[in-house]
C-alpha cells in the first residue's frame, strides 16, 4: 500500500495566499485606502477585505484584478518579482495636519448638524 500524501485543496489558503494578502494591505495603506472603503467599492465586507489581507480567505482573480484596478497598482505587484509593492512612506508633517484638520472640520460639522436637529426636533 502506498501513503496517501497531503495535497491542498482547491479551497484552502496556502503561504502565497498569505503573501498576496499582505501586498494587497500595503497597496491599501499606501493608496490611503480603509478597509471598509475598499469592500464597499468591490461589494463586500471590510471584514471579507481584513480576511483577504490575513491571507485566511482566498480571493479570485476577478477580485484581485478588481483591487488593483482600485489600488491603481498592476496585479503583477501582489506576486513575488520585480513588481513587488513597497511599504508606503510616512506621511508629512504637513499631510497629518492636513488630514487632521480636515477630520476636525468633519467633527464639528457633524456637532452642528446634530445640535442644529435636537433644536428642530424640541
Known amino acids: 500500500m502506498s501513503e496517501a500524501t497531503t495535497v491542498p485543496g482547491p479551497k484552502r489558503c496556502t503561504d502565497l495566499d498569505a503573501r498576496i494578502g499582505g501586498r494587497i494591505r500595503i497597496a491599501r495603506e499606501r493608496a490611503r485606502m480603509s478597509q471598509t472603503s475598499l469592500g464597499d ?61 480636515a477630520a476636525t472640520k468633519a467633527l464639528e460639522d457633524a456637532l452642528q448638524r446634530e445640535a442644529a436637529a435636537l433644536q428642530v426636533a424640541a
Open 41 to 101: 467599492a468591490l461589494g463586500i465586507s471590510f471584514q471579507q477585505v481584513q480576511k483577504y489581507e490575513q491571507g485566511k480567505n482566498r480571493i479570485g482573480a476577478a477580485n484581485l484584478q478588481r483591487v488593483a484596478d482600485l489600488l491603481k497598482v498592476p496585479v503583477e505587484a501582489f506576486f513575488d518579482g520585480p513588481a513587488a509593492i513597497e511599504a508606503p512612506p510616512p506621511p508629512t508633517v504637513e499631510q497629518a495636519w492636513a488630514e487632521h484638520r
